[in-house]
């Protein structure tokens, strides 16, 4: 069979996947806090025909070989934590990371989880949790008789009870060393892993990581026109390589009918 159908099919199953991928992010371009991802590739290994530098001669060498490639592969589907566009919503409980850094979640099995998602609110004790009803850490637990919710850009959680102004308590950041090493875990939730490396918990506006801004919410960082850019960049290769598989079977019919 010729190498080129082989080939060619490996870029096919690749820019499928890219095509996915860009899929995704199209579909999540008004996902709140939503992070685009970008898939990569890396060519296969090469069957050496001749290899560069051999002996030709004596006292000679080639100066390049002869390597036929055997396609592409996929080699990473990675987040792109860059910050989406400001949408002010003017809702106590909503709030958006100013630069690096996560909201600390705590999931219903009692596992962390962390997350850009600060669409928050209040459930039926006072706590605030997020939209699947998760307790956000350190807990903030707000009084029946508080009014004027309010949350510094340093994370300073204050009420006003009896016309007095209370601090409840402190939102904390966590960062990590490499976030597109985080597990995407849906929901707009993130696991830690060996690759993102241990969470970093700070004070807002110190070590690094961004300052909470209250009443607004991180939109997604998908560029539409980028997005529709690559995927018909996606199409076209993909059409390019079916075209390879067309020729290299036209070539075998050929070779097929010599008599």
Request: net charge negative; no cysteine.
């Amino acid at each position: 069979m010729m190498r080129s159908l082989l080939t060619a099919a490996t870029g096919m199953e690749a820019q499928q996947l890219n095509i996915d991928t860009i899929a995704n992010n199209l579909a999540n371009v008004n996902t709140t806090a939503f992070k685009r991802s970008k898939a990569s590739f890396h060519d296969l290994l090469y069957q050496t025909l001749r290899a560069p530098g051999q002996s030709a001669t004596n006292g000679t060498t080639v100066p390049s070989g002869i390597q036929i490639g055997a396609g592409t592969k996929l080699s990473s589907v990675d987040k792109m934590f860059t910050e989406g566009s400001t949408q002010v919503t003017g809702n106590e409980f909503d709030f958006m990371v100013e630069g690096s850094g996560f909201f600390h979640i705590q999931r219903a099995d009692g596992e962390s989880a962390y997350t850009r998602d600060g669409h928050f609110s209040k459930d039926n004790t006072g706590r605030l949790v997020t939209f699947d009803g998760f307790p956000v850490l350190p807990e903030i637990v707000i009084p029946p008789n508080g009014q004027n919710f309010h949350v510094g850009s340093d994370g300073t959680v204050t009420v006003k009870v009896g016309g007095e102004t209370q601090e409840i308590g402190q939102l904390t950041l966590t960062d990590f060393v490499n976030p597109t090493g985080l597990v995407s875990l849906g929901g707009n939730y993130y696991a830690p892993s060996r690759g993102s490396g241990e969470p970093m918990v700070s004070t807002p506006g110190q070590n690094g990581v961004g300052r909470i801004a209250q009443s607004q919410l991180e939109s997604s960082n998908v560029n539409i026109v980028e997005e529709m850019v690559n995927m018909i960049t996606g199409q076209r290769a993909y059409e390019v390589n079916s075209k390879v598989i067309t020729t290299g079977d036209q070539i075998l019919q050929a070779t097929n009918n010599i008599r």
